[in-house]
């Protein structure tokens, strides 16, 4: 008997169907399936104001897809899934450096290694070493010496520069950036005289009793001596970005900060090598020195026009992973914001009231510190913004400083009302009370560099006094208040590219002499995390896309040996990054097993 082609049609779909709609199925999970899923370890989420623990985390093409049980976790893993197990270890967001140099560092990098001298004998033998490796005619250049840690207590004199070549121009700058010493050559080949008066906002030091200047310059006097250095070549280009982005990544940032490109005369070129030549795994947020943003933004006008192709398939294919690019990233590389100068180092702090105790080689009585960028420009800078995507920063360690920073500010506030432009506070080394809640109401972040409670904390103490010191990076205050703040490192300017090591000095706040910096300004362990992971991501305005494990953000992780929740709060220095991964590729991987005996010194 003949089925009738109703019947025959009724079959095929009988039979047909479910093998359809099962190949719909396996598609939908194939395209849900995990690249890679972790468990077995600590996978720290920082979601929330108290800590809160995942059992999996599963990637899917640089993205987290699922974060949360392992029942969950299960409709996501496949035939190809990479499982790895983390073995007891911790896993977080990537950290993001909130003010680090990273541009800068692609120089200092290639230059003579001055961190950690101890006296300024060994100082020139270094730099007798480095002199070496370098062309005939180029310029000796040095950085990270401090000079209240030598045993000279002073920075070294151009005289004694001279001896380490006669014919070589030579400039070091002292580990805050801010100071500096140029021997004999270069104040010649500059054409610095005696009668060459200061600059405003910094100061060529005279010898005693005269205006030969005795080699020690500081603030804009220094940094328009930097901006005079030859350009690097592309090799060296190259080499610097690749020494910097290593140093980063392997101390598990993700997300990376040049706070103030323009400080060397060719750093726009390296901006525009780095893009041109896909240099970075790692992101890189950019403000500009106030001075050059004009030069800066046209060039990065120029460079997005070069690449302004959203039609195309790369761009379509990019955006589809990294939603929160529209235009903002190029290459990695984002225009974030201006930075301003308010003051220098710890040593120019901008006060209220005078220093304590003058720092080495100041006699001026009274002392308040030095004013570096104009207030006007300041101003008009902000107004300018204020309203804008691009953010401002300002460069500000005393509480005067702060406060000509919270000026401008409000005054843009009053004249065009509150925004969401989250101007940070950088340094920010001593806030009074009253400034902290005016940061709040502007809806400023503070971003403290954390890394010099230890090694400067006892310095920082006789150059202000006991009455001051509560004002030293006040963590705790910020939490109380309920202001967003950070920590950074400010490589190649700060103490270390840990921020491990930050969060261990705003969790214990000791200085080398054993005693505890404004106890109460000491945060937990998890507040810390957060200042380098999600309060971070905000103060860039990437908290959508970075910053906590959450799925459809971006898979930026760093996983380190031990949870720094669960450690003495005295042993979050020894921990140790094991990997860092950027959108679901692995940057680096500690090669050897962390030595858990040998603890590092702070």
Known sequence: MKKSLKQSALLSITFVLPLLVSQVFISQVSAQTADILYFNGDILTMRGDQPTYVEQLAIKEGKILHAGTAAGAKVFQGPATITVDLAGKTLLPGFIDAHGHLVLASHTLLDADLVGVKNIAELLTRLKTHAETLNEGD????????????????HPTREELDSVSPSRSILISDGSGHHGVINSGLIDELKITAETPDPEGGVYFRKSGSRELDGHVAESALMGILATRSGLTPAQIRKGVAKAVDLWVENGQTTACEMGLGLSGDDIEIARTIIDEQLLP????????????NAVIDAGYQVARKYATPESDDANRLLAT??????????????????????????????SSPFTKNPPGVTTLDYRGMRVDPQKQLVDTVAKYWKSNRQIAGHAIGDEANEQLLIA????VKKQGMTDHRPIFQHAQFLRPDQIQRIKAVGGIASFTA????????????????????????????????????????MPAGVSPSLI???????????????????????????????VTINAAYEFKEEHTKGTLEAGKLADLVILDKNPLKVPPTEINE???????????????????PDSSAKPQP
């Open 451 to 490: 890394g010099g409670i230890y090694p400067m904390g006892d310095y920082i103490a006789e150059l202000v006094g006991p009455e001051r010191l509560p004002w030293v990076g006040p963590a705790n205050s910020m939490v109380k208040h309920q202001v967003v703040w950070t920590i950074h490192h400010d």
């Open 575 to 593: 921990i140790v990054v094991v990997e860092t991964i950027k959108e679901g590729k692995s940057l680096y991987q500690l090669s050897v097993k």
């Open 139 to 154: 310029r000796l250049v040095g950085m990270g010496y401090r000079a209240e840690q030598l045993a000279e207590k002073r």
């Open 282 to 293: 790692i992101d890189l947020v950019v403000f500009a020195k106030a001075a050059v943003s």
């Open 409 to 412: 500010i409000e005054d843009a």
């Open 501 to 531: 090591y930050g969060m261990w000095n705003v969790v214990n706040r000791l200085t080398r002499s054993g005693i505890v910096l404004a106890p109460d300004e000491r945060v937990t362990p998890y507040e810390a995390l957060k200042s």
């Open 322 to 351: 990294r939603p929160d690019l529209q235009q903002r990233y190029l290459h990695r590389v984002r225009l974030g914001g201006i930075k301003f100068w308010l003051d220098g180092s710890i040593d120019t702090s901008f006060m």
